[in-house]
């Protein structure tokens, strides 16, 4: 089993930045597939962004690229999501993700997190 636990979500104005951590525990993969994703309400759950632990790859929804940045730190086992530029569009509740198929959908991930709310609001 993986354990994973966000932090970091909370309001800000729009322009505003935020960072989101994910830390991972328990059976973790050396080079597994680490993504986030958040879901509004009313709305499915979309990809936002992903990355893999030992090799990097990071990839973008194209609704945050150039505003948001994953990064992993391998030996924490711990991603995070820097976020910057916000918008009030992305107000959702953010969530981590880890598998070892990875990909932009939801079903490539088989662990998952409680999720953190970030609100972007004036």
């Known amino acids: 089993q993986v354990q994973l636990v966000e932090s970091g979500g909370g309001v800000v104005q729009p322009g505003g930045s935020l960072r989101l951590s994910c830390a991972a525990s328990?059976?973790?993969?050396?080079?597994?597939?680490m993504a986030w994703f958040r879901q509004a309400p009313g709305k499915e759950r979309e990809f936002v962004a992903r990355c893999r632990f030992r090799t990097g790859d990071p990839y973008y929804a194209d609704s945050v690229k150039d505003r948001f940045t994953i990064t992993a730190d391998a030996h924490d086992k711990i991603i995070y999501l820097q976020m910057n530029s916000l918008k009030p569009a992305d107000t959702a509740v953010y969530y981590c993700?880890?598998?070892?198929?990875?990909?932009?959908?939801?079903?490539?991930?088989?662990?998952w997190g409680q999720g953190t709310q970030v609100t972007v609001s004036s």
């Open positions: 328990g059976r973790t993969f050396s080079n597994g597939a």
């Open positions: 993700a880890a598998g070892l198929v990875g990909g932009n959908s939801p079903s490539g991930y088989s662990y």
